[in-house]
Every structure is written in C-alpha cells, then in structure tokens.
C-alpha cells in the first residue's frame, strides 16, 4: 500500500512564502512524475505543475516564476515552495504521483494525497 502525505500548508500574508511537501511511503521502487495540483471553493481542480523523474518541469502560467517543484528521490518527497502567494491561490493544494511498486515490473499506479489548506490573506 502507498500513501501520499502532504504538509506545510496554513495561512500567510499577501507576498509571503510557503513550502508544501508530499511524502509517499509504502511499497515504493520509483516514483515517476509527480504533480502539484490546487481547487478553490466552488472551482475545479487545477494542475499547477509537475516534475519528471529526471527532473525535468514545467508549470502554468500563473504560478510560474512564483512556484518551484522539487524533489529529493533519496526521500520520496517532492517539495513546492510557493514565493509571491496572492490571495488567489488560496486552496487545497493536492499532489498527484505515479509510483512503480516492484523492480519486477514496469506498471505504475496513480496516487493523490489528501490535501493541505493554503490560505492566503490579503
């Protein structure tokens, strides 16, 4: 079984700074992409950025020079530091995984964590 946890999430100052993390543990032989995903009240879930096991990225134009994902392989942990937070980008803030469980086969399966509140006050 794998799970998915994130944290640092809360409440900051228009301009402030945040850095979320996804922690995935369980039966884990690699983890693939991962993606930083966010829904505000009464919208759809948005995908905000993501990063390849090579650690290529790419993000949305809106977050893009403010967000920046990360990850840290040797602890199963992708990282978004969020700079310049707007009060727009309060949410839920979600990350998303495709993780390979066994050397013996190539198969991956999709995760989601649940969740981190970002408040963001004007």
């Known amino acids: 079984q794998v799970q998915l946890v994130e944290s640092g999430g809360g409440l900051v100052q228009s301009g402030g700074s945040l850095r979320l993390s996804c922690a995935a543990s369980g039966n884990i032989f690699g983890i693939t992409s991962v993606a930083w995903y966010r829904q505000a009240p009464g919208k759809q879930r948005e995908l905000l950025t993501a990063i390849t096991s090579d650690g290529i990225t790419n993000y949305v134009d809106s977050v893009k020079d403010r967000f920046t994902i990360s990850r840290d392989n040797t602890k199963n942990t992708v990282y978004l530091q969020m700079n310049s937070l707007k009060p727009e980008d309060t949410a839920v803030y979600y990350c998303?995984?495709?993780?390979?469980?066994?050397?013996?086969?190539?198969?991956?399966?999709?995760?989601w964590g649940q969740g981190t509140q970002v408040t963001v006050s004007s």
């Open positions: 998303n995984a495709d993780i390979r469980p066994t050397e013996g086969s190539f198969r991956t399966y999709n995760y």
